[in-house]
């Protein structure tokens, strides 16, 4: 049976970024009590004016409280195609640990106010797919329970994926003595040697940083198969990094050699904690891992100011899984309103769930494998 909805919050659906100005303050804290880097308005409004595409049309729903303040966002915008809305998170398919925000202990009536909105929305939802949010997350269920009607939605889990993840609670100093003795002794020596060689590190927010991050980011996957951020990717941190005005919340992890930077690494904060986006390193410097040598960084600086967790992204990566404490996996999960539409969006969606399906497989594949499918699809063999 499906549970009693709570008494919901007043719910207003935004249309267009410039009516959410008065509400952003309160939606930055819900996202910085929820330590979630990548459910700020600077990020996620930032992606949404420099790197959507096709016919998005932007649907924010607030959840408002008796004296009109935001407990609670859907930060979700409609996918329109072939006459099908599929609702989506801002961001997604660009970052990871999205998802709806709510003031603790508010969750259910948040939901509930979401789901009320969604399903009175214009265009009406086919799905609202909920991408690379926390598996631990509970909005599919939630907003599934109390959505109006006789039908309860259907709730499909697409794919999950491991997620390493810091803690920092003691200190950078704690969590540096809880790794292998093998990975300090070789941090300290390469640390050194670069330092030798005249580089140095900094956090850095201004354009040729975030150039270079972007540069080093696809030098690294050149040999991988490539890499799937496009070019709006410094359009969007570009965004992100003016609207955060140089509050110490977006920056930069920075080596720099005497013939410019080496490598780099995106990292955000809210609240305690520290959210890595990507980056990379010149192929030259491989073998010093530069890579590591700036998460570092990052992880010194964010423990010094109080950080205490880190989420180190998507991807079992051998490098990740040495610097982490804990697996927080994410999932990618789509809700099916039951009706008229109901068959045509499964088979819209049925090949990229059949996508879903071949990456499954194909994550089993040895590296060089795996790299060289990527370079096979990206040629459109």
């Known amino acids: 049976m499906r549970p009693l909805p709570p008494p919901a919050p007043r719910s207003l659906v935004v249309a267009h970024v410039e009516e959410l100005a008065p509400r952003l303050d309160a939606w930055d804290a819900l996202a910085q009590a929820a330590g979630r880097p990548f459910c700020t308005p600077a990020w996620m409004l930032a992606w949404w004016q420099e790197g959507r595409s096709g016919d998005a049309r932007l649907r924010v729903v607030?959840?408002?409280?008796?004296?009109?303040?935001?407990?609670?966002?859907?930060?979700?915008?409609?996918?329109?195609a072939y006459g099908l809305a599929e609702y989506r998170l801002l961001g997604a398919g660009f970052t990871h640990r999205i998802g709806p925000l709510a003031a603790a202990g508010r969750e259910r009536e948040v939901a509930a106010a979401i789901a009320a909105a969604l399903a009175a929305a214009d265009p009406p939802p086919a799905s609202v797919v909920f991408e690379g949010i926390d598996a631990a997350d509970p909005w599919p269920e939630l907003v599934a329970d109390y959505w109006p009607g006789r039908l309860r939605p259907r709730v499909r889990t697409d794919v999950t994926m491991d997620s390493p993840a810091i803690a920092l609670e003691g200190g950078y100093e704690a969590w540096m003595a809880r790794r292998e003795r093998k990975f300090r002794k070789e941090a300290r020596r390469v640390a050194r040697r670069l330092e030798e060689?005249?580089?140095?590190?900094?956090?850095?927010?201004?354009?040729?940083?975030?150039?270079?991050l972007l540069r080093l980011h696809h030098a690294r996957w050149d040999d991988r198969g490539g890499s799937n951020v496009g070019d709006e990717a410094q359009r969007v941190i570009g965004a992100a990094a003016r609207a955060h005005g140089g509050d110490g919340r977006l920056a930069v992890a920075l080596l720099e050699g005497p013939d410019g930077p080496i490598a780099a690494d995106l990292v955000l904060r809210a609240g305690d904690a520290l959210g890595f986006w990507?980056?990379?390193?010149?192929?030259?410097?491989?073998?010093?891992?530069p890579g590591t040598q700036t998460m570092l960084l990052a992880l010194e600086a964010g423990a010094a100011?109080?950080?205490?967790?880190?989420?180190?992204g998507g991807g079992a990566h051998d490098y990740k899984w040495r610097l982490s404490d804990e697996n927080r996996p994410l999932a990618w999960r789509t809700l099916f309103p039951l009706g008229c539409r109901y068959p045509l969006i499964r088979l819209r969606l049925a090949p990229k769930h059949l996508r879903f399906g071949l990456r499954r497989l194909a994550r089993r594949l040895p590296q060089e494998q795996q790299a060289r499918l990527r370079r096979l699809l990206r040629r459109g063999v």
């Open 62 to 80: 607030l959840a408002l409280d008796e004296d009109d303040a935001p407990i609670g966002v859907g930060p979700f915008f409609a996918q329109v």
């Open 278 to 289: 990507g980056g990379g390193f010149a192929p030259a410097w491989a073998k010093h891992a």
């Open 305 to 312: 100011s109080g950080a205490r967790s880190a989420d180190l």
């Open 197 to 212: 060689e005249g580089v140095h590190g900094r956090l850095a927010t201004d354009d040729d940083a975030v150039a270079a």
